[in-house]
């Protein structure tokens, strides 16, 4: 059973902002979750070669040439903030 | 003219018996008059489809039109569709716009098909019952009281109520077929790598694989060989040759050998649905083909694995979602950390962010290990499982979900009895294989889905399978009678 320190550190590690009342529900649907995947243990699986992907696929390469065009200014049309073509955030330095 | 399918339709289209904007404007008039009662649209893109039917007729009258040009399709919201809308069923990306088009959408525009809207879905495609969605659950056309399915509830519902004549999904552990079961229309998740990812919103990128729902599987088969193929832009998209998957359709199922693995028809199944299910294997007997009797010894688990395996690489896929450079920002944002945990945690739904949690928690330091290397392990031996049996059978069939669709609010409460419901549909993206759902009946007044699973690459064989059944049986042309 996940207690409440572990959530909001697991909520902290994943960036989610929760409410403080919200943090029961999590604690009970986390660990209820985490004792379906418990039945992984049921099984011996030494020796086994973890499997990443289903067809054994191996990643692409390609020449280092660029071939991708500046689309800069049609990609920040979603941004919420943006000036000179720079994304603005909250200031991070102090 | 609803009542068409994709083939009828493209030859009224050619024989001059309707033009393409006709057609376009019946699904939309039926769209504006049934769709407030299932929800299952998030945009109507009534004028952009409009154009889009008229460019199609002057195809049309200058004979340059290819098969699927000027008939209308349905995108689901999980796919970039270029100036439209696409929110993925979420308040992260309500206000999001999308700058340019994935390649399954570029795919259909270039044959000519019509754009009539995104349906809705559960959010970022986590969900089985389309209750998750910002937008409002989706109704099940068969019973209004009871979900479609999820997470392509949307798609699954339109189709059924005949507001789209076919509509694009995602499959990610059971996301199209399973709400082509709930909703008594026709489903197809090609092979892993089969169609491009590219565009295509990414929840789990080792089992998200995005494919069709149709009436028919003939129609299946014309689109899939619309969305199938390499696509350098997308790096798992697999350089395999494109069968032609409308040529294999008529082949007679004489000897062809149907794998029933026992652990999916024991205890959970529902009795009405293993009723409809034997049934559909009676008629396969009489088209020739012989049942056998195999095992898929670690059926049992497929949902803790894959309850490992999606919310890790969907916490990763999800950690772009960050108010920087798209979707959801938080009002004032005192920091930096603050606008990140409050746009996350303001922007995402309940059971996305559970998932998220899940998801770093088994990736995080001490755990991954014991969690995530462990799901890898027990996923090749539920991949093998697979191999094994295609070395004694052609297709495997079986159930595709343990009951028909259960109502609205039901589940809602425990995710885990939730997660459940994919329990044969998950086995099925965890080892990457094709996986087609067909409707072979009810269970009361609510569909009943078979799936067939098919070797890698085995698609025109699916589609063969399925067409077969289809050509002996009218499950596939009923429409609930209130959308008749």
Redesign the interface.
Known sequence: MLDKTQVERIAHLARLAVDEQDIPGYMRDLSNILALVEQMNTVDSAGVVPMAHPLEGKQRLRKDQVTEVDEREILQTVAPRVEAGLYLVPKVIE | MHKHTLSEMSRGLRSKAFSSEELTRHFLTRIERHDPQLNGYITVTGELALERAREADRQLRAGTAGALCGIPLAQKDIFCTKGVKTSCGSHMLD???A??DATTVERFNRAGMVLLGKTNMDEFAMGSSNETSYYGAVKNPWDLAAVPGGSSGGSASVVAARLAPAATGTDTGGSIRQPAALCGVTGIKP???RVSRYGMIAFAS?LDQGGVMTATAEDAAMLLAVMAGFD?RD??S?DHPVADYTAGLGNSLQGLKIGLPKEYMEAGLDADTAKAVEAALDEYRRLGAEVIEISLP?T??A???Y??VAPAEC?SNL?RY??????Y?CEQ??????????S???G?GAEV??R???G???L?AGYYDA?Y?????????I?EDFVQAFQKVDVIMTPTAPTAAFNLGEKVD???TM?LSDVYTIPVN????PGMSIPVGFAGSRPVGLQIIGD?FAEERLLNVAHQYQQVTDWHRRIPEQFA
């Open positions: 206000n999001f716009i700058p340019y092979t892993y790598g080792s350098a790096s798992t697999v670690h049992h688990l949902v803790p694995v309850y490992v916490s950690s960050d108010g920087v450079r798209f979707g920002r944002p005192k920091d930096l950390l603050d606008m990140y945990m409050r996350r945690g303001e995402f962010k559970r998220i949690m899940v770093t928690y088994v995080s969690y290397l462990r799901a890898q392990k027990l996923r090749r031996l991949k425990d995710p885990v997660y965890l080892a990457g294989l890698y």
